[in-house]
């Protein structure tokens, strides 16, 4: 109990902290992307060529690496002020399917194919359709970003037991024990480039909506997450 609540608070501590800096980030981040495209045109009015083969990648380093700080910050500030969801009776199988669709592409760009298995349709849950997607989402993204090119990530949704279970499957690198015991921190990343709040921000909203989200995993085999939902009441 006592740790609980030291846990829930530093949680709101960094909630804290991780908005405010953020939010000052996001400011002078708009203003560089700015900048750059200002200077490139300034280039371009005194003669200087912004495509030629020297100052172009240049100008697309800055681009690119305001887009990740961007990318960066706004996961932190999803994390930060993730508000209670608002449920209401949704369609899973639809939740799912169309999350996929719209990023089918760019996982395929990585050589991974991810493949939906919907065993019941219609599969109705008490769900915040945003939410689910952005649990969806961080999932998927850590299972084809721990696959190698060729591998498949298996999405699967069925009736279980009176419950709705998510179970995304993977065949990627695995996560050994001491990986596996500190998922769940906030900021626990192996990535150069992770936040680390990936997890932490999809526990919360799966707890929330009354689910538990457990993980299997074995290095160099593929890793299992997986999720209950309640299904909704008839109307
Ligand atoms: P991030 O993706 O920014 O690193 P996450 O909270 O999403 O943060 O994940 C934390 C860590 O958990 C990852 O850095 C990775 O080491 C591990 N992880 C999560 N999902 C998987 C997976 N499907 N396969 C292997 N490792 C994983
Ligand atoms: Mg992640």
Not at 49 to 73: G, K, M
Not at 117 to 127: F, K, M, Q
Request: charged letters at 25%; a negative charge; glycine letters at 6%.
């Amino acid at each position: 109990q006592h740790a609980a609540l030291l846990k829930s608070e530093r949680l709101a501590t960094i909630g804290r902290m991780t908005s405010l800096i953020t939010h000052e980030l996001r400011n002078p981040l708009s203003s560089i992307n700015l900048n750059v495209e200002m200077l490139a045109e300034a280039l371009q009015e005194r003669g200087i060529d912004a495509s030629d083969e020297e100052i172009r990648p240049l100008l697309e380093t800055v681009i690119e690496e305001v887009d990740r700080l961007r990318d960066i910050t706004e996961e932190y500030l999803i994390y930060a002020r993730l508000p209670s969801p608002k449920t209401q009776a949704e369609n899973l199988d639809d939740i799912v399917q169309g999350l996929i669709d719209f990023h089918q592409w760019e996982w395929s760009q990585h050589g991974v194919e991810v493949v939906v298995i919907i065993d019941d349709t219609p599969l109705r849950v008490e769900a915040d359709a945003n939410q689910m997607r952005q649990a969806l989402l961080n999932l998927i993204k850590n299972a084809v970003e721990a696959s190698s090119p060729g591998d498949e990530v298996v999405v699967r949704v069925a009736r279980v037991d009176g419950v709705a279970r998510v179970a995304i499957e993977d065949q990627g690198e695995g996560i050994p024990p001491d990986g596996l015991e500190r998922l769940f921190e906030p900021f626990f990343s192996t990535k150069s480039q992770g936040t680390g709040l990936g997890l932490p921000m999809t526990q919360q909203i799966i707890e929330e909506h009354g689910g538990e989200l457990s993980v299997e995993s074995e290095v160099g085999r593929g890793t299992r997450f997986c999720f209950e939902l309640p299904i909704a009441k008839p109307h």
